[in-house]
């Protein structure tokens, strides 16, 4: 199973997406939105120009 959360940061102006997938030991991605959108063809944030897309910002790494 897949699960996947996009977040977006107003006032920072960044976002990103974290993709993890659900196994034994489970392992999560930090991706950019735009690679996000290329990968799956879902926009979680349409309204957001390219560039904030294109960045990927440093999300906190998830812990167990």
């Known amino acids: ?6 977040i977006y940061i107003p006032v920072l ?3 990103s997406v974290y993709v ?4 034994n030991n489970s392992t999560c991605y ?3 939105i735009s690679f996000f959108i290329h990968k ?3 926009d979680p944030f349409p ?3 390219s560039s904030v897309k294109r960045k990927k910002f440093e ?5 167990d």
Do not use: E, Q
């Open 40 to 42: 799956t063809g879902i």
């Open 30 to 32: 930090i991706t950019s």
């Open 13 to 15: 102006n960044r976002g």
């Open 59 to 63: 999300l906190p790494k998830l812990h």
């Open 1 to 6: 199973m897949l699960c996947i959360k996009a």
């Open 20 to 23: 993890c997938y659900n196994k």
């Open 47 to 49: 309204a957001l120009g």
